[in-house]
């Protein structure tokens, strides 16, 4: 679920930002994520980490900087110490709307700001940093065509990402007097450091600075292949990952939760988010999605895959227990499903007469020592799962508004 939230930082400017939740809702650890330089809280890298972060039962919060996507106040008179300033108001809204959040994550320049931010939020426990620099000297190299004319006229209207921003020379004073990799010496948070060997604009020797100045607990990962925006879905959402596996040695166990339904599975669908939907199935956390061919991005299976392999996972089941109570020599049983619809399609002609009928296919790969007679039989045993009696019996499916 996704929530749109405002919140104003030490200025009273207006910030806004948004709220992503795990499938259940119920969030024992809130992570707040800091973009890119002059980016958006709608970036790509932030987007996918923050998904992957909610996947493994992390509320998060993403939030655009001062005068920068959707919030109040002029970029061109916001500098470094803004941002941290920023971060903050925003760990203080969590801390009074919902939970203080237990791990920072930062992008590029924002990397720099949580850094910062850590030191002065005590319910912090973790900090991750991708792409981001050790020195000023990733910003200053971005406007060193107009480092002269900053310094004279102290300010000048930069292009960066193609868009035109006016930058004042208190935000490059601001950074010259706040180097983040002596920031980091004194952090006392579990560090993870993520960056890319083929990074052009931060180079990757910013990431051995910063680890060598920090102290232990800290981690490194390479994000091989990534460029420095993390602008290919697959490498934010390999980024998010290991940072949502990496924390949790170092913040509170979610506890595990039943839904408050039925049969204790829930999917959840922001409307931003494409297809791509939160499963949380008992104690498991899945993604269901759509193939890119259909408008999706095919970061799970689709919900005929689903429910395909609910089939060929309980005709597996089947089989061995009729086999082992029959002693009979099964070593394995491998169930391949061949289904002819595809369900972006039939949404569409959901009203249409004329669909087709929907046809499971199933192939036994039956290994073992098991003579023709066995193998027959279980053939007929394949079609008594009772997820192959449900999908060919009559059933009902009643549909309900949650009450609030």
Known sequence: MLK??????????????????????????????AHCFTCTKNITALVMIGRELTQAGFGILRFDFTGLGESEGDFENT???????????????????????????????????VLYAAKQLPYVKAVATINSPSDPSHVTNLLKDDLETIEEQGYSRVMLADREFTIKKQFLDDLEAQPPKEVVSRLGKA?????????????????ERLYIAAHHPKSYISLDGADHLLSKREDAKYAGSMIASWVKRYV???????????????ASLDFESNFTTDL?????YLTADEPERYGGDNFGPTPYDFLSAGLAACTAMTLQMYARRKKWNLKNVTVHIDHSRDHAIDTENEDEKSAKIDTFTKYLDLEGD?????RERLLEIADRCPVHKTLTSEIQILSHLKKK
Request: hydrophobic content about 35%; cysteine-free; overall charge neutral.
């Open 79 to 113: 500098n470094f110490s803004g941002n941290v300033s920023d971060l903050i108001a925003a760990a203080e809204f969590l801390a009074e709307k919902y939970i203080s959040p237990s791990l920072l994550v930062g992008h590029s320049l924002g990397g720099s700001a």
């Open 4 to 33: 749109k939230v405002s919140f104003k930082n030490q200025e009273g400017k207006v910030l806004h930002g948004r709220i992503e939740f795990p499938p259940d809702r119920h969030p024992e650890n809130f992570a707040l994520l």
């Open 252 to 266: 509170s166990p979610t506890p595990e939760r039943t839904l408050k339904t039925k049969n204790q599975v829930a």
């Open 280 to 284: 949380k199935l008992g104690k498991h």
């Open 370 to 374: 098991l003579d023709p007679v066995q």
């Open 191 to 207: 560090l993870l450091i993520l960056h890319t060997p083929q990074d052009t604009i931060v180079d990757i020797q910013n990431a």
